[in-house]
């Protein structure tokens, strides 16, 4: 509700009012530079200060429930720059963490994902530095669906996919029922399959 964010003299978000309806797929759109990444940030809690009312799962952000709200979210930005050795760690590295722990996938449902998003399992044992990079975003892409979390949020999820690829990865995502995604997008099908269009416009 009513939401800013100034960087020193910059105003990034100017009294922004957005209501997301737990399984709804949200695009977030605008021209580079308008507040996308911004905006996940906000959510995510990585922006203390700001002016207006954030709610999330029915709990305000604030630093008393940010564990709660963050334990129940998967995010993936759009550069990752873990020192990954193996594609195997890529998938799993998340689930060593205790909260996500009961939630480690089997190796057959890591492998139905694979064929999903049309890669091949041999990448699977491979080293992480010998795949492209429409493959790793695919592969994190299924890290993070195998969380299994309330909400997904994504920067750009599928910017290194070609059309036929980024139409399925597309489909597979915004289908899921009872998932709650927020994606800053360029992507003009997936803004199309999203229920919801929120078009920030940069500040003169």
């Known amino acids: 509700k009513n939401i800013s964010v ?49 709610s999330i799962f029915g709990k305000p952000l604030n630093k008393l429930n940010i564990n709660h709200i963050r334990q129940n979210i ?31 996938p089997n190796i057959e449902q890591v492998q139905a994902l694979f064929a999903t998003f049309l890669l091949p399992f041999n990448l ?10 429409g493959q790793r975003q695919r592969i994190l892409l299924i890290s993070s669906l195998l969380l299994d979390k309330k909400l997904l949020i994504l920067d750009e999820p599928i910017s290194a ?27 003009s099908y997936w803004v199309k399959k999203s229920d919801t269009i929120i078009n920030i416009k940069k500040i003169q």
């Open 6 to 54: 100034n960087f020193e003299t910059e105003k990034v978000l100017q009294h922004l009012d957005f209501n997301i309806k737990t399984g709804k797929k949200v695009a977030i759109t605008g021209i580079s530079g308008s507040g996308k990444s911004t905006l996940l940030n906000l959510i995510l809690g990585f922006i203390p200060h700001y002016q207006g009312d954030i």
């Open 74 to 104: 998967a995010w993936l930005p759009q550069d990752i720059s873990l020192p990954f050795t193996t594609v195997e760690e890529m998938i799993f590295a998340p689930f060593e963490f205790a909260i996500n722990k009961k939630n480690k």
């Open 124 to 133: 699977y044992k491979k080293k992480a530095n010998a795949i492209s990079g």
């Open 161 to 187: 996919l070609d059309t036929t690829t980024r139409k399925i990865v597309t489909d597979y995502i915004l289908q899921k029922e009872n998932l709650t995604v927020i994606a800053s997008a360029h992507d």
